[in-house]
């Protein structure tokens, strides 16, 4: 019963919601340069023309990770790593318990959507941004971003040529942990395609790991090993491991009880 009902949310739901974006897209776009209201709610400045952004107007990638911020019952801070253009900085926003937002997008020209999505929902108070990615060295390094889809921008190696170069800045966990200070347990997420286990070996040699109670990342099995995230996660005190989706790119929500 479970495979089936696999099937039919990450698979045909899924799929169904692709096909409404990219019929509806072309309509939706005519309309002008408005703010869009996507289906999780919140407000987001048109880009058309990029699928990620498609996405999450139309609701592509589910309620999973959603409904987990929404449904947070204590304080906490929001870790967003590879934010994008901030569609789940923006929903974590929108739980009062929420009461930091610290996202990381490197990418110059997708980090200034996110920041004017933030602005654009209200949540700047809250909401930290930070123009890096976490890896484990220091430095500037060259990233290849799809022309069309920012979501598939990667330092994994596995570009394929189409897109531009883009000059991005590095950090590692030193680094890292004062951008991270404070007092509340923090949920992360991380959706960097494919460096998943980088980020959390990173996050792992911080002071401020200590504080994380869940970390929802992304895992694809053609260049990432699932099991050898999950040892990791478990020899840091994570208990619970529980996948969403189906077949070799799905996500997996870490937690500590």
Request: charged share 20%; proline share 3%; aromatic share 8%.
């Amino acid at each position: 019963m479970a495979s089936l009902t696999d099937f039919w949310r990450y698979g045909v739901v899924k799929t169904l919601r692709k096909w409404k974006a990219a019929a509806l897209s072309p309509v939706l776009a005519a309309r002008g340069d408005a703010a869009v209201r996507s289906a999780y709610g919140v407000l987001m400045v048109p880009n058309w023309q990029d699928t990620t952004f498609r996405y999450c107007i139309f609701g592509t990638y589910g309620r999973d990770l959603s409904d987990l911020l929404l449904g947070q019952r204590a304080d906490f801070v929001f870790v967003d790593i590879g934010a994008n253009q901030g569609l789940y900085s923006l929903i974590a926003a929108q739980n009062p318990l929420c009461r930091q937002i610290i996202a990381f997008e490197p990418v110059p020209a997708t980090q200034a959507r996110l920041a004017a999505n933030v602005a654009l929902n209200g949540g700047a108070e809250r909401t930290v941004l930070h123009q890096l990615a976490i890896a484990d060295s220091v430095g500037d390094v060259t990233i290849t971003v799809a022309e069309g889809h920012t979501g598939t921008a990667t330092l994994a190696g596995r570009e394929d040529g189409r897109g531009g170069n883009v000059t991005i800045h590095t950090i590692d966990a030193p680094l890292v942990d004062p951008l991270l200070a404070g007092d509340l347990p923090m949920f992360v997420k991380i959706d960097v395609e494919g460096l998943e286990g980088v980020v959390i070996a990173e996050l792992a040699k911080t002071d401020a790991f200590a504080r994380v109670q869940a970390i929802f990342y992304e895992v694809d099995d053609r260049w990432a090993s699932a099991g050898e995230i999950e040892a990791r996660l478990r020899a840091a005190g994570f208990t619970r491991f529980a996948k969403y989706g189906r077949g070799h790119h799905y996500d997996v929500l870490a937690s500590r009880s």
